[in-house]
């Protein structure tokens, strides 16, 4: 499967963003499909991910009850609606997915997923 991330963007402290996570080439409904973030000189860090049917989803402490994931299986395509937002939380965000046989799957490490996009940077200004 392949993935393109965008809806990044600059926007002050205290606003909201979407990101969009578009798929191509297979059905996402297969797929795992978590968003991580990363800053430069820092490693990839675990923001939210959503099992196949978007039954199940996990979050990162710094992004819990701020960030939501959720997912349209019908348009193969995963958001992350990102509200509050600080300016730590500056990165350029990644979404990845992992094929999985079981529906109720959530993934929160980097490497347990085989599929990247190419990232969307997004910057808060304090």
């Known amino acids: 499967v392949q993935l393109q991330a965008s809806g990044g963007g600059l926007v002050q402290a205290g606003g909201s963003l979407r990101l969009s996570c578009a798929a191509s080439?297979?059905?996402?409904?297969?797929?795992?499909v978590g968003w991580f973030r990363q800053v430069p000189g820092q490693e990839r860090e675990f923001v939210a991910t959503t099992s196949r049917r978007g039954i199940r989803r996990d979050y990162a402490d710094s992004v819990r009850g701020r960030f939501t994931v959720s997912r349209d299986n019908a348009e193969n395509a995963v958001y992350l609606q990102m509200n509050s937002l600080k300016s730590e939380d500056t990165a350029t965000y990644y979404c990845?997915?992992?094929?999985?046989?079981?529906?109720?799957?959530?993934?929160?490490?980097?490497?347990?997923?085989?599929?990247w996009g190419q990232g969307t940077l997004v910057t808060v200004s304090s």
């Open positions: 990845a997915a992992a094929w999985r046989s079981h529906s109720n799957v959530v993934l929160t490490l980097p490497e347990s997923y085989t599929s």
């Open positions: 080439g297979r059905a996402l409904s297969d797929y795992v």
